[in-house]
C-alpha cells in the first residue's frame, strides 16, 4: 500500500455572536453572503436552527479530505451560540486535522467579522 491510512477524526467550534439566529443563518443561507467566507454543499436544513453540509477540499489538484459538517444555532444571551461540528477522513497524514481545527475557528472568526459589518 503506497497511500497513508485515511485519519478519522471529530471536532467541534463553538462561537457566539451578538446577532439573532435568523441573520446567522442569512449568511449561510444567502449565497452572496456565503461566498464571501464559505462554500459548501448542504444536505439538511433547518431554518434558523441548523444546517448539515458535505465539502471536499483539494490540495494542488489532489483530494486532501472529505467532511460532513453541522452548524446548530442556540440562543445565547446577548446573541446566539453557534457550534460547528465536523466529522472528516484527512487522507494526508501529519497534522491535518488540527490544522482544520485551527482553520474552522478562523473561519467562525471570519464569519464574526462578516456579521459585524454593515453589508
Known sequence: MNTE?????TFSVERT???????????????DIKRRWFD??????VT???????????ID???????LASVELFPAQGGTRLVYTEQGQYYDGGDQVLQREIGCGELYDTLGEELASAH
Not at 455572536?17 to 449565497?31: C, E, G, N, Q, V
Not at 489538484?61 to 467532511?67: D, K, M, P, V
Open 48 to 58: 434558523d436552527e441548523r444546517l448539515v453540509f458535505s465539502y471536499l477540499m483539494t
Open 17 to 31: 455572536y451578538p446577532a439573532d439566529a435568523a441573520r446567522i443563518f442569512r449568511a449561510f443561507s444567502d449565497t
Open 40 to 45: 459548501a454543499r448542504y444536505l439538511d436544513i
Open 61 to 67: 489538484g489532489r483530494l486532501s479530505s472529505a467532511s
Open 5 to 9: 491510512p485515511i485519519k478519522h477524526a
